[in-house]
């Protein structure tokens, strides 16, 4: 089994800061890529960031620029700074691994249980 938690989620005031961590734990031969989406109420889920392995880094347009995402591949463990943050952040945001549990597996997506971000005054 595999597990992914996320922390560091809370409220905050636009422009301010937060930074999200995913640690992923259980039987794990390997991690290909580890990501974080974001969903707000009545809204799609959506892309945030995502990293590979190697350290190739993806952006949505929205947070380029003020979202920085990263993984200790020592520890499982992926990170999302969030810097200038504003109101339309607010989101649950939820962590998301391309997760090899053999050395000839293929990758399974994986999910954590989500962390609230809210921006507000």
């Known amino acids: 089994q595999v597990q992914l938690v996320e922390s560091g989620g809370g409220l905050v005031q636009p422009g301010g800061s937060l930074r999200l961590s995913c640690a992923a734990s259980?039987?794990?031969?390997?991690?290909?890529?580890m990501g974080w989406y974001r969903q707000a109420p009545g809204n799609q889920r959506e892309l945030v960031a995502t990293?590979?392995?190697?350290?190739?880094?993806s952006y949505a347009d929205s947070v380029k620029g003020r979202f920085t995402i990263s993984r200790d591949n020592a520890k499982n463990t992926a990170y999302l700074q969030m810097n200038s943050l504003k109101p339309e952040d607010t989101a649950v945001y939820y962590c998301?691994?391309?997760?090899?549990?053999?050395?000839?597996?293929?990758?399974?997506?994986?999910w954590g249980q989500g962390t609230q971000v809210t921006v507000s005054s």
């Open positions: 998301n691994s391309a997760i090899r549990q053999g050395r000839f597996s293929y990758s399974l997506a994986y």
């Open positions: 259980g039987r794990i031969f390997g991690i290909d890529v």
């Open positions: 990293m590979t392995s190697g350290g190739i880094t």
